[in-house]
């Protein structure tokens, strides 16, 4: 099975930056478009950010758009998230997900998405 599991949470002043690390087992990640989703408490989950199979596409949703970046590196089966200028709203768990629809464009709506990680929290103080 595909297992999936987030890093490099933590708490930041605002204004600060981090960078998320989700690590895949699997000979297949290569073919995975990756995305990352929040949650803050009592909210839905959101759309942040993902990735095509070959780091070419990126997608963002409009909290992230200006301030992270989504990346890749398919020979250590890792995608990042770096965030830079944060904001208290920021504060969320961050999850880590796959689309295991081989080569397919990235996509902001979760129900595309196969496995999941187990989430890391971002806390991002005033």
């Known amino acids: 099975q595909v297992q999936l599991v987030e890093s490099g949470g933590g708490l930041v002043q605002a204004g600060g930056s981090l960078r998320l690390s989700c690590a895949v087992s699997?000979?297949?990640?290569?073919?995975?478009?990756m995305g990352w989703f929040r949650q803050a408490p009592g909210t839905a989950r959101e759309f942040v950010a993902a990735?095509?199979?070959?780091?070419?596409?990126?997608n963002y949703g409009d909290p992230a758009k200006g301030r992270f970046t989504i990346s890749r590196d398919n020979a250590k089966n890792t995608v990042y998230l770096q965030m830079n200028s944060l904001k208290p709203e920021d504060t969320a768990v961050y999850y880590c997900?796959?689309?295991?629809?081989?080569?397919?464009?990235?996509?902001?709506?979760?129900?595309?998405?196969?496995?999941w990680g187990q989430g890391t929290q971002v806390t991002v103080s005033s």
């Open positions: 997900a796959a689309d295991r629809e081989v080569f397919r464009d990235p996509r902001g709506s979760e129900d595309v998405y196969d496995y």
């Open positions: 699997g000979r297949a990640f290569s073919a995975y478009a």
């Open positions: 990735i095509s199979w070959n780091g070419r596409r990126t």
